[in-house]
Every structure is written in C-alpha cells, then in structure tokens.
C-alpha cells in the first residue's frame, strides 16, 4: 500500500511540475550550448609519424620472439627519449622560446600501436598551424639527436603534419557534451522532483490520512467551486422578509 501511495504520489508531482521538469533540462543543454559556441576553445589535432627500423645485425639474423621483443623495448625507449627535456629543450629553441617545457609536454602526446615500429607524435593547440609546427619540430629534433643519444642511425620521418585549412577540431566534442548536458539535466529534475516529494506535508486520500494519523475519518466536506448557489439563496431571503413584513 505505501508503495502505490509513493508511486502515485510521485506521479502527481510530476504532472504537477513538467513544466518545470521541461524547464531545467532545456536550460542545461541551452547553457552548455552557448558555452560551446562562444566560450569553449576549440582544440586542434596534428600528428607526425616516425619509423624506427630495424638495425643491420637483426635484420641479417633469424627473426625470432627475442629479437622482435627487442624491437619493441627500442621503441618504447624512443617513445620516452621524445618526451624528455633535451628532446623538449631543442624544441623549445627551434620556436623562439614562445613556450616553456611544462607547457610543450602537457601538448605533445608520443604513443605507438602494439607490435609496431612507427611511432606517432600528437600535439594538440588552438592554432592547427602551431600545432603542425611543434609536431614536426618535435620529430626533427628527434631524428637529429637520438644519433648522439643512441649510437644508432635508424629513425626517419615517415608523415609530416600538414595543414589543409579544413580542420574539425578534436576538442570539446560537442555532440557528447550536448548529451552529457542533458542527461545532468535529467538527474537535476528528477532531484528537484525527489526535493519536492519530500517537502510535500499534503495528504491526497483518505486511506493516507487514517495509516499516517491513525484516525478515522467520519465524512468529507467538499470544497464548492460555484458561488451561485449563494446568490440565488439571497434574493430568496429578500422576498421572504417582505412578505413577513406584509403580514404584520
């Protein structure tokens, strides 16, 4: 029996408040809207790739488990090596000083796929063209350096970044955040919703009033809407007091 009164009374409140509910959804997707189209900062994306090859003695040997394990340390030691800061600090040189280490590593992302030998460098910057430029100032000082680094010549550039001038940037995604909005204004409804059940001290029926109070209820004095019975009562009450006044 509870159950059904705190389902029904759940209903009642949010027939009583949908425009409200309406209200607090669209508000949420309206807001992150306009944060989007006039306040977020779009982010752009380029990638340069890098081709680690295999050194002569491997490439003369059988390939076996450890050899192609070796290969794969290899890189994953390039992958580190790029984002260290004699790499960053030649980069920071080659673009005027414009940014310090901290902020070119936050930027540039070195990641490579699972059993491969090319490694991709991703930078992420408002500026698509900046972008490009850090990418491929980052695999140059690279493929430069890792000669003095390693003792071993075998890294080349395998894609430069480029710049078409018809770039979508990567970040924020608006779809999503769209979605995401509106669902948080799914969960702060339904809060507003909760809020307002709890807050409700009304009763809605009479089997609520005698499980809550425990009384009996004897009769229900219903609520009149229409006031003209009242006017019709009183010219009655008129012409009855004349007539009384005749008669005496």
């Known amino acids: 029996m509870n159950e059904q009164i705190d389902l029904k009374k759940v209903i009642t409140v949010v027939r009583r408040n949908v425009w409200w509910l309406v ?7 309206l807001g992150m809207f306009l944060y989007l189209q006039y306040i977020a900062t779009p982010v752009f994306q380029k990638d340069t790739q890098i081709l680690v090859n295999q050194s002569e003695n491997s490439v003369q040997s059988n390939l076996n488990s450890q050899t192609i394990q070796a290969d794969l340390q290899l890189v ?14 030649k980069v920071q040189q080659e673009l005027g000083k414009q940014y ?43 493929t430069e350096e890792i000669p003095k680094i390693m ?42 919703v909760f809020i307002r059940l709890l807050l409700n001290r009304t009763f809605t029926s009479q089997a609520e009033l005698e499980e809550l109070l425990g009384l009996t209820v004897l009769g229900e004095v219903s609520d009149f809407q229409n006031m003209d019975l009242f006017q019709t009562v009183q010219p009655r009450s008129k012409h009855f007091k004349s007539v009384t006044e005749r008669r005496r």
């Open 151 to 192: 003792k071993i010549d075998n890294v080349t550039t395998l894609s430069e970044a480029q710049v078409f001038g018809n770039e979508l940037p990567v970040k924020p995604q608006k779809a999503l955040m769209l979605v995401l909005a509106a669902f948080i204004g799914i969960l702060v409804a339904f809060a507003f």
């Open 76 to 89: 994953n030691t390039y992958s580190a090596i790029i984002s260290s800061p004699r790499i960053l600090n």
């Open 23 to 29: 209200g607090i959804i669209g508000f949420m997707v």
């Open 100 to 142: 310090d280490i901290q902020e070119l590593a936050e930027m540039i992302q070195v990641k490579n796929a699972t059993d491969s030998q090319v490694i991709d460098i991703s930078v992420e910057h408002p500026d698509p063209q900046i972008a490009a430029r850090i990418a491929n100032a980052t695999a140059q000082t690279f």
